[in-house]
């Protein structure tokens, strides 16, 4: 594993504990990537650290969290905080995450709002397959915060199986292959809009995939092999660490894949890049 | 009221000038320049639009605002690199301090697609001047008026600290909106690291009433929309190049936005966000001081998908 990573990541940590995007305060996404990144690279994090203090610490009280502190509502990031091992936040704090993000769906998901749609402006809603997560509560579902909650509740499962936990995660990879474009791929919503079709993104595909992990891999034959020519053309060090991620997950990254040539310019695009390395060393930290 | 939120609604009302009532209506000034090409001249035309305007900025902060959407270099959904590095340079030459910023709706490495789309070849020190206004700081701003259901929205730090805003959006049809022009260009300002990749609460609460919000905190931004190519069709993304060959600036937001639908002969009374903002007395003809070319000597039909059809100008022009 390339070691600049961490040390780039180490480097830039802010005095609070937390990280910023590229400098600045601390935002909940770029210091759960960071930790992840460390977990990846074999670094635990104990609760005394004062990045997991940061992260504690900025829980709200509805058991979300907000992008940043001084952001007054809980969004999608919770899925992230929750990717983490329990023991980072504190057992009880991590529960009352998952809480969270479990009671949270796309607004467009419910049968309430397409029969509201009809009486009030007279138009047909089509129904969307499965159910997922939103970036912003009250908004509709879209491929990544989709992915990154199918991800946090995999975790949550993997230590605690229950039969709600696996129908969410199963009705969220419904949303996925539901919203899969004509391509094979992920645009970062829909696959249509106003009947054209759209088109993929490299980012929203190796999401996805990642989502996918275990699901039939002869239904993803077309996604592989969008993921593999998005990998070979990639351009952005994100969007190839997240295809490597996804192609990796269903055993699909080339022999040989092109490394990284892409710079790392946000400290989420450094930590993914910790990541996917250690991934293709063998340890997923979104899976394992 | 807390002391934070009336702060901040302060903040608010300093950006807004007043509020968004209209004083009593000058007519507003706004230029149609033909720009044929991308080329060196752009440097010289842009330096002209700036003179014609008497733009005091000397000293003054200036932050430009184009528009990125994607990474294809060789297309035409993004405000093009040279028109943006003219401004840099015409602003530079009147003694501002320039920076360049955008929160783009959907991509999230910002950067990476400024570099894409070739931002980084033509303007020196591309990252030195440039902020990703998806992940910059934030403060929640309190809308003086608000006609969506927002009361207040984050907003970027490097934007409410800018002297002046100058939206530099592309010619484009959109398939919610009708047209995307210097108004819809703020979307760009609400941050990603806030809403998400897209903004999808600008959208709930109403897309048309969003633009007619955040124009009533800058409603005094200028405006250089960027048509010497624009995109007809199935805009802002999957459009068809359409050349014009005109640059279209003011500080009127409206009557901007107004004065590039009737160039793209889209009726602009048709733009629900162009009369919300500045209602029809702001989008009328003879509220519009244009300068430069007559409009029906420029304007050029924007094809606009099936579902836009109603938004075509009855009358073309003369």
């Known amino acids: 594993m390339d070691p600049s990573g961490l040390e780039k990541i ?48 900025a829980q709200r009280s509805d058991g979300g969290w907000a992008p940043r502190t001084s952001v007054d509502q809980s969004t999608w990031v919770t899925a992230l905080v929750t990717l983490l091992a329990p023991e980072v936040v504190g057992a009880d704090r991590h529960a009352r995450g998952l809480d969270w993000l479990r009671g949270l769906t796309g607004r467009d998901s419910s049968p309430f709002f397409r029969w509201r749609e009809l009486v009030v402006t007279g138009k047909l809603i089509p129904s969307v397959e499965g159910i997922g997560w939103p970036w912003f509560p009250g908004t509709s579902a879209w491929v990544s915060p989709t992915s990154l909650g199918i991800l946090a509740l995999r975790k949550c499962y993997a230590r605690q199986p229950s039969t709600r936990l696996r129908e969410r995660i199963e009705t969220a990879q419904r949303f996925l292959f539901d919203r899969r ?108 | ?37 991308y080329s060196q001249n752009i440097y010289d035309t842009v330096r002209r639009i700036l003179a014609e305007h008497k733009l005091q900025v000397r000293g003054r902060r200036v932050l430009l605002k184009p528009n990125l959407v994607e990474f294809e270099p060789g297309t035409t959904i993004n405000t093009h690199p040279m028109l943006v590095h003219a401004a840099v340079e015409a602003f530079r030459g009147l003694g501002a301090k320039v920076a360049i910023a955008e929160g783009p709706g959907h991509r999230r490495g910002t950067l990476d697609l400024a570099d894409a789309a070739g931002y980084f070849d033509i303007i020196p020190d591309f990252e030195d001047l440039f902020t990703d206004l998806n992940l910059d700081e934030v403060t929640r701003v309190r809308l003086p008026h608000p006609v969506s259901p927002f009361r207040s929205l984050y907003l ?57 919000d955040l124009h009533s905190l800058f409603p005094r931004h200028f405006s250089i929309v960027d048509g010497i190519v624009g995109m007809d069709g199935n805009g802002p993304i999957q459009g068809n190049p359409k050349p014009v ?31 919300l903002a500045g209602g029809l007395d702001g989008i009328a003809e003879s509220n519009i001081q244009q300068v430069g070319e007559p409009v029906e000597s420029v304007a050029t039909r924007f094809e606009l998908i099936p579902e836009l059809q109603g938004l075509r100008s009855t009358q073309r022009p003369a």
């Open chain 1, 10 to 57: 180490e480097a830039t940590q802010n005095a609070d504990g937390g990280w910023p995007y590229h400098k600045g305060g601390s935002w909940t996404e770029p210091t759960v990537y960071a930790l992840l990144a460390k977990r990846a690279a074999g670094i635990s994090v104990p609760a005394s650290d004062k990045a997991a203090a940061w992260l504690s610490a």
């Open chain 1, 181 to 288: 474009c004509a391509d094979g791929g992920w645009n970062y919503g829909s696959k249509h809009a106003v009947g054209y079709d759209l088109d993929s993104y490299p980012e929203t595909t190796g999401q996805a995939l990642l989502a996918l992990a275990g699901t039939d891999p002869g239904k993803l034959k077309d996604s592989f092999n969008l993921a593999q020519r998005f990998l070979r053309e990639h351009r952005s060090s994100g969007g190839a660490a997240w295809l490597r991620l996804g192609l990796l997950a269903h055993q699909q990254l080339p022999a040989g894949a092109p490394i990284f040539t892409m710079p790392c310019r946000t400290l989420p695009d450094t930590a993914l890049t910790v990541i996917a390395q250690a991934a293709e060393q063998g340890y997923n930290v979104f899976l394992d």
């Open chain 2, 1 to 37: 009221m807390r002391r934070r939120d009336f702060l901040l609604t302060a903040t608010g009302l300093g950006l807004a000038g007043c509020s968004r009532a209209p004083a009593p209506r000058s007519r507003s000034l706004v230029s149609v320049t033909r720009a044929p090409a």
């Open chain 2, 156 to 212: 970027p730090n490097t934007v409410l600290s800018s002297d002046l805003l100058v939206s530099m959006p592309k010619m484009k049809t959109h398939h919610w909106t009708g047209a995307t022009l210097s108004m819809k260009n703020l979307f760009g300002l609400v941050p990603g690291g806030v809403y998400g990749w897209p903004k999808n609460v600008l959208h709930w609460a109403g897309i048309h009433q969003s633009i007619a």
């Open chain 2, 245 to 275: 060959g005109v640059l279209v600036a003011g500080r009127d937001p409206v009557a901007v936005d107004a004065t590039c639908c009737r160039i793209m002969e889209i009726d602009p009374a048709r733009v629900w966000y162009l009369t």
